[in-house]
């Protein structure tokens, strides 16, 4: 079992800058055994991928165009995993979610197992 918790949310003008954090333990996470990836859901739109780090490869994925903006990091002795975001528009809002599993093909596809509960991200003029 793994157990995510994201943190780091709340509400920013545009232009700001953020930084997510997502917690991960559990019996079954050992620190370098999952992949984790950030998604993140705008009010009335699908959930998205942004991103996927493997602890052992420390090599991180980005959907699309995400990249420009977005920032995957990890902290392998602490168990978290962080994205950074600069630049936020009102298009940014919404929830971010931090999700695992054991390969990074699957996290990206939106197939985790794992998920946690989120954090609100708010973006204002």
């Known amino acids: 079992q793994v157990h995510l918790v994201e943190s780091g949310g709340g509400s920013v003008q545009t232009g700001g800058s953020l930084r997510l954090t997502c917690a991960a333990s559990g019996t079954g996470y050992t620190g370098t055994n999952y992949c984790l990836g950030w998604f993140r859901q705008a009010p009335g739109k699908k959930r998205e991928a942004i991103a996927t780090?493997?602890?052992?490869?420390?090599?991180?994925h980005y959907a699309g165009r995400m990249e420009d903006r977005f920032t995957i990091s990890q902290d392998i002795v602490r168990k978290m995993v962080h994205l950074s975001v600069n630049n936020l528009n009102y298009e940014d809002t919404g929830m971010y979610y931090c999700?695992?599993?054991?390969?990074?093909?699957?996290?990206?596809?939106?197939?985790?197992?794992?998920w946690g509960q989120g954090t609100q991200v708010t973006v204002s003029p």
């Open positions: 780090i493997h602890p052992a490869t420390d090599s991180p």
């Open positions: 999700a695992a599993d054991v390969l990074c093909s699957t996290v990206m596809e939106g197939q985790s197992k794992f």
